[in-house]
Nanobody, 127 residues
Framework: QVQLVESGGGSVQPGGSLRLSCATS????????MAWFRQAPGKEREGVAG????????YYADSVKGRFTISRDNTNNTVNLQMNSLKPDDTAVYYC?????????????????????WGQGTQVTVS
């Protein structure tokens, strides 16, 4: 059974930084697509950053390019999201998601339906 557990959320002032971590267990694929999504009140869930753990290729939403960095630690089975220069618009619940054992090309990585396992979410508040 796949389990994803997020940590590292919290409150921060604009311009500050946070680092989210997603501890994974039960993923039987040698490599797979992983992503961070976020959902603000009254808005749809949106893809923030994605990574293919096989070769480390990364994908970012335009709104976070240059500010967020996704990375994976295959030794510790974690996927991390370093968030810098945070803005009030980044306020949301952030979710870790596990997807198929292939890289997701184009904007496919941003589609929630491509992922079949989700964490419980962690709140990030920027104000």
């Amino acid at each position: 059974q796949v389990q994803l557990v997020e940590s590292g959320g919290g409150s921060v002032q604009p311009g500050g930084s946070l680092r989210l971590s997603c501890a994974t267990s039960g993923i039987t694929y040698k490599s797979n697509s992983m992503a961070w999504f976020r959902q603000a009140p009254g808005k749809e869930r949106e893809g923030v950053a994605g990574i293919y753990t096989g070769d480390g290729r990364t994908y970012y939403a335009d709104s976070v390019k240059g500010r967020f960095t996704i990375s994976r630690d295959n030794t510790n089975n974690t996927v991390n999201l370093q968030m810098n220069s945070l803005k009030p618009d980044d306020t949301a619940v952030y979710y870790c998601a596990a997807g198929p054992p292939i890289p997701l090309y184009g904007d496919t990585w941003m589609r929630p339906l491509e992922y079949n396992n989700w964490g419980q979410g962690t709140q990030v508040t920027v104000s």
